[in-house]
């Protein structure tokens, strides 16, 4: 599986913006896909994934009520919609896959190259 993500930019404090993450290769719509991000000089962190059906996200805390992920599998994208941007937001931010959703970064088989989000106060 070979992975993009695009969509990233330079948004101010509260605006929004939505990342994609289109797949090509083996069936992507079998695959769960997880977001993380990696802030300049830090540990590079989950935000959030989504299983292979779109059924079931997950969140970690600094996402929950701020960020959806959702998948498009007849297009095999899967999205990060951001709302309420933060400039704790900036980071680059990656999507990746394996057969089940996981928030351990280790855990993941297919990684995209990342997209950069710059959010400013």
């Known amino acids: 599986v070979q992975l993009q993500a695009s969509g990233g930019g330079l948004v101010q404090a509260g605006g929004s913006l939505r990342l994609a993450c289109a797949a090509s290769?083996?069936?992507?719509?079998?695959?769960?896909t997880g977001w993380f991000r990696q802030a300049p000089g830090k540990e590079r962190e989950f935000v959030g994934a989504?299983?292979?059906?779109?059924?079931?996200?997950y969140y970690a805390d600094s996402a929950k009520g701020r960020f959806t992920i959702s998948r498009d599998n007849a297009k095999n994208t899967v999205y990060l919609q951001m709302n309420s941007l933060k400039p704790e937001d900036t980071a680059v931010y990656y999507c990746?896959?394996?057969?089940?959703?996981?928030?351990?970064?280790?855990?993941?088989?297919?990684w995209g190259q990342g997209t950069l989000v710059t959010v400013s106060s």
């Open positions: 990746a896959a394996r057969p089940f959703p996981a928030g351990i970064k280790d855990q993941y088989d297919y």
């Open positions: 290769g083996p069936p992507f719509s079998i695959q769960a």
């Open positions: 989504i299983n292979w059906s779109g059924a079931n996200t």
